[in-house]
């Protein structure tokens, strides 16, 4: 039986990371996952990541997930794909893997699991009809496959899952009629909704999906309000002009290889592996990264990957201690930045009323997916003055600072701790590079020029749908919610490499449209 | 005795309910009426309800319905879901068709 240093079981993020960093101290690593292709996840992910430059922030996912993969293969992690782990046998330190013609064991001195998650269903009548899937399912089939999921969508959960796959559905081209969530806020990122919010697409919160209409597939939703109880409220119910429905109503972790080992395990959203800081089971040689040991993102899940294989490089005694103590606290540190923030662990379940900074946290994006007029000067991003300067409609605290580093000019500051709101610096000269629009992965920045002479602005926007707007074409701007509020010609159109195919359109509107106008639309209308 | 022990309580006439007929396991078409009709007959835990019914037999492995299935459950003995013990983890982690089963290769 062929016997690995170290099998990792699952090639995300987490799994990938677990193996790059097991080989890096020499170890031999077996890799092994279920599906055609390694990433996991990451290779769909069309979105640039949050945190911070250590995180890869600004940067694409499947970018991030080619990046791993490369890496993995130059330290000669040995890649098993269409391998199902069927089986994980302790004390042996055993696994058996099918690849759908045999099946054949390999031990691992040490063994991590890094399985992921899966989509979570909400039984409702009609849920298995042709139609309805999970979120995840449908940015497979676009950002994967290249297939549209439906010409007419509705969204059921507005956490970060149905926020980004949501807007990946506009820029696919499908019509999103709405959003909708149990819950009496929207649950994910504020950035993220603004900018679907933007683009005309209604929020309904504490609503849910009554029923699929169909017989053959989807050809209708039904959904109504809900109460404080979140049952639906009779003589609420409407119907929306649908094909089809997606579900993002959470995950659930994969952890049915650890809980075969009989380690302890505890509810957590789902059966999850007790682990220590390391990321070690009540078994020893057996660890768990990422989402199979609670449901967080990407972004922590590589760096859990890390400290997990780190800390079996350091038990098999293949790095010192004093590596692996400056490695550990080095990962650590990384990690407890990302999990900072208004939307951090202790925080899940609360509705804050202030920032860490004192400011009113927006009601209006909670409820409705865009700021409103009266809010926006209160935050420290979005100053009023002559000439051109950022407008950063950054509210929440969120562990992200991309726009500080890519501001050369001193204009943004987040400061040490990544989470602070963006303060835009009013002594410091905007000179319309555009970066900081551009790496913004909530696409909340603009550049607007208040007053250009003749009653005109000019507000510059990202703006990641294809086809481009020519310059000189004419068409409407549109508000924070997606109203057509203003005629708007196109004044410049900007797609430079380092932008990353986020464009950068800037917009010629009234004056007093300046702080109002958030997106443009061509007048020729599909 | 917690309520879950005791398997001679009455849990009463089964009510019908309005969503009786919503398929809870997909993989195995089972509806949300057949396991509360098989709490009443006496099936308390999971484990009873999978060998009655299948649900989280099939090709997911109860992935996706398991934690509706409990929950339904639960609600019938008027329990917390966390009360239900879940099905036990055992392998074949995924359906798995016996000449492929049968059919081991050594690794090198």
Redesign the interface.
């Known amino acids: 039986?062929?016997r690995y240093h170290v099998i990792v079981i699952g090639a995300g993020p987490a799994g990938l990371s677990a193996a790059i960093e097991a080989a890096s101290h020499g170890m031999t690593v077996g890799l092994f996952d279920?599906n055609a292709r390694p990433g996991g996840q990451l290779f769909k992910q069309i979105h640039k990541f949050f945190g911070s430059k250590e995180h890869k922030a600004k940067i694409r996912g499947f970018r991030i997930g080619e990046e791993l993969l490369a890496e993995a293969e130059k330290l000669g992690v040995e890649v098993h794909l269409n391998s199902?782990?069927?089986?994980?046998y302790f004390p042996m330190n055993k696994i058996?893997v099918?690849n759908?013609?045999?099946?054949?064991?390999?031990s691992g001195n040490n063994i991590i699991l890094a399985a992921g998650a899966?989509e979570?269903?909400i039984?409702?009548?009609g849920?298995?009809l042709p139609g309805v899937m999970g979120a995840g399912a449908a940015q497979t089939l676009m950002n994967l496959h290249g297939v549209q999921p439906g010409k007419r969508i509705l969204m059921v959960g507005s956490g970060n899952v149905g926020l980004v796959v949501g807007f990946q559905l506009i820029q696919s081209g499908c019509q999103l009629e709405a959003i909708i969530d149990a819950a009496p806020k929207i649950g994910g990122y504020g950035v993220h909704a603004a900018k679907v919010a933007r683009t005309g697409v209604p929020f309904l919160l504490s609503h849910t999906i009554v029923r699929a209409e169909g017989t053959e597939s989807v050809t209708g939703a039904v959904i109504a309000q809900v109460d404080e109880y979140f049952q639906p409220i009779p003589g609420t119910e409407r119907h929306l002009d649908v094909d089809t429905i997606l579900i993002a109503t959470g995950l659930?972790p994969?952890s049915?290889?650890a809980?075969?080992t009989g380690c302890d395990m505890k509810?957590m959203g789902?059966?999850v592996p007790v682990v220590d800081q390391y990321g070690m089971t009540s078994i020893e040689g057996l660890y768990a990264a990422g989402d199979v040991s609670g449901i967080e993102e990407a972004s922590s899940a590589m760096i859990g990957g890390r400290i997990a294989a780190l800390a079996a490089a350091a038990k098999d005694g293949y790095i010192e201690q004093n590596e692996f103590e400056k490695s550990y606290s080095d990962y650590q540190s990384s990690l407890e930045k990302l999990r900072k923030g208004m939307f951090a662990k202790e925080n899940r379940g609360k509705t804050l009323a202030v920032t860490d900074e004192g400011l009113p946290i927006s009601t209006n994006l909670l409820k409705h997916g865009f700021l409103d007029e009266e809010e926006i000067t209160s935050y420290p991003g979005m100053t009023s003055r002559q000439g051109i300067h950022p407008v950063i409609e950054c509210t929440q605290n969120i562990p992200c600072n991309p726009c500080q580093d890519a501001c050369k000019f001193g204009c943004i500051q987040v400061g040490a701790d990544i989470t602070r709101l963006p303060i835009a610096d009013v002594k410091s000269e905007c000179k319309n590079c555009g970066m900081c629009v551009a790496a913004c992965p909530g696409q909340a920045i603009f550049l607007v020029e208040e007053d250009c002479g003749d009653h005109m602005a000019a507000v510059t926007l990202p703006y990641e749908f294809r086809p481009l707007p020519e310059v000189g074409e004419k068409g409407y701007g549109l508000s924070r919610r997606g109203e057509e509020i203003c005629p708007a010609t196109v004044l410049n159109v900007r797609l430079n490499p380092v932008f990353d195919h986020t464009a950068i359109l800037t917009i010629q509107v009234p004056k007093e449209m300046a702080m109002r106008a958030r997106f443009y639309r061509g007048s020729r209308k599909d | 005795m917690r309520k879950l022990d005791d398997r001679n309580i009455d849990l009463g006439e089964i009510i019908p309910e309005l969503d009786d007929h919503i398929i809870i396991c997909r993989c195995e078409e089972i509806t949300k009426g057949e396991i509360r009709e098989a709490v009443h007959m006496g099936m308390f835990t999971m484990t009873e309800v999978k060998r009655l019914l299948r649900p989280g037999m099939g090709l997911c492995q109860g992935q996706t319905c398991s934690r509706y299935v409990r929950n339904i459950i639960a609600k019938e003995l008027g329990v917390s879901p966390l009360e239900i013990e879940d099905n036990v983890a055992r392998p074949p982690m995924r359906p798995i068709e016996l000449q492929v089963f049968g059919n081991e290769v050594e690794s090198e």
């Open positions: 039986m062929k279920e199902t782990v069927m089986g994980i058996t099918s759908g013609e045999s099946t054949t064991s390999y899966s979570n269903a039984p409702f009548d849920w298995t659930t994969m049915k290889l809980e075969m509810e789902g059966k």
